[in-house]
């Protein structure tokens, strides 16, 4: 089943490679990427959700999501795990983006934007404000894969282990603790 996850993964940055490779389509994900560099976005994301709330349940449901991410995907899988990103296994790669210093498993823009889309989907009430956040965390998690930083399977995971995390805290701060 790893083997047949790796493939796919090598096939559809060899796609996106042979088939994507447009420079304004590039260019696009570039700024959309750089939204979320460091969680900017999720951080306003956020901001505005706590401003909006004023709720301390909410607020922790934010704060600790958004570390236990970082904690969980960057500082610890990423280091255990050591996967290679696709500029280092497959060579000629068109790469527009400063090439990334970390693991490409699993995506931490991914996974911050992943806390984001969640949250927002949770919390965001106006439904054009909430449609909005939601489509930018998908386009930056899509955009790792677009920019040949990620595979696939890098950015689905990060993207998913965000939602379970989000999902768990919230369940656990709804069910055990009182505002």
Partial sequence: ?????????IKII???EEHLNYESLQLFFLFITKLNDYGLLTFLAV??????????????ICIYSTILSLIIVQLMMK????????????????IIIKKPL???????????SGIGFILSYLYFERKLVKY????????????RLILK???????????????????????????????
């Fill in 1 to 9: 089943m790893i083997t047949f996850i790796q493939n796919l993964d």
């Fill in 14 to 16: 060899q796609f996106i």
């Fill in 47 to 60: 901001a505005f959700i706590i401003i909006q709330y004023k709720d301390t349940r909410i607020t922790k």
């Fill in 79 to 94: 280091n255990i795990i050591q996967r290679p990103r696709p500029y280092e296994l497959i060579t000629g790669l068109n």
């Fill in 102 to 112: 970390t693991h490409s498993f699993p995506s931490g823009h991914a996974s911050i």
């Fill in 132 to 143: 909005f956040f939601m489509i930018l965390f998908f386009l930056v998690a899509i955009s």
């Fill in 149 to 179: 930083v990620h595979f696939l399977s890098d950015v689905v995971i990060g993207f998913s282990l965000a939602l379970l995390i989000v999902l768990t805290i919230y369940f656990i701060m709804k069910k055990y603790v009182k505002t």
